[in-house]
C-alpha cells in the first residue's frame, strides 16, 4: 500500500511529489465530493480549532485590519483547505489541487504539488493574473512557513517568519 513510498520518502529516497501522489491515489481515489465535504465540516468543528497558533492568527488578523491581501499557499490539497481558507477570511488560496471526475476524487493531483519552488512558481502566476504584475518588483511580501517545503517562498519575502522566528535565509549568508 503506503508504506513503501513513505518509508522511501522519509529516508529521502523518494521524492515529496511522488510520495505524496501515491499517498492521495491510496487513500482518495473513489472517494466522494460529498464525502469529503462532510470530513471537513466535522474536522473543522472538531479538531482545526486546536490546531491553530494564536500567534499566526494574531498575524493574520493583523493583516487583515491593515487590508493586506492575505494568500494562503499551501502543498496541503484543495479538498478540505478551500474552507480552511475561506473561514479562516483569506483573500486567496493557492494550494495542490486534486482531480475530480463527476463526483469523485481520482486520487491523482490536477495541478503539480504546490511544495518548495512551485509555490514560487504559483504566486507569480497568481500575481500576475490578479494584478498583471509580471514579478514581485514592488510588492512588499510577507511570507510564514513552517516546513522546508516553504524555504524558497520565505526567501522571497521581504519579511519571513519561520516556525515562528524571524527567518533568516542561511544560504544567503556569505
Known amino acids: 500500500m503506503c508504506s513503501p513510498w513513505l518509508a522511501g520518502f522519509a529516508l529521502r529516497l523518494v521524492p ?17 465530493t460529498a464525502e469529503m465535504q462532510d470530513w471537513t465540516t466535522r474536522w ?29 499557499v499551501s502543498a496541503s490539497p484543495d479538498i478540505y483547505l478551500a474552507r480552511v481558507a475561506q473561514q479562516l477570511g483569506f483573500d486567496a488560496l493557492i494550494c495542490t489541487e486534486m482531480k475530480v471526475e463527476g463526483d469523485r476524487l481520482t486520487g491523482y493531483m490536477r495541478t503539480p504539488n504546490c511544495h518548495g519552488e512551485q509555490k514560487v512558481l504559483r504566486l507569480k502566476a497568481w500575481l500576475s493574473e490578479r494584478f498583471g504584475l509580471a514579478s514581485f518588483a514592488g510588492v512588499t511580501l510577507y511570507a510564514y512557513g513552517d516546513t522546508s517545503g ?19 535565509d542561511a544560504s544567503a549568508q556569505g
Open 44 to 72: 473543522l468543528a472538531k479538531d482545526f480549532p486546536g490546531q491553530l497558533q494564536a500567534w499566526t492568527m494574531e498575524r493574520l488578523a493583523f493583516h487583515q485590519q491593515a487590508g493586506h491581501c492575505c494568500v494562503m
Open 16 to 32: 515529496n511529489n511522488v510520495a505524496k501522489e501515491r499517498l492521495m491515489r491510496a487513500t482518495l481515489t473513489g472517494r466522494t
Open 150 to 168: 516553504d524555504k524558497p517562498m520565505l526567501r522571497l519575502a521581504q519579511h519571513a517568519w519561520y516556525r515562528g522566528q524571524p527567518w533568516k
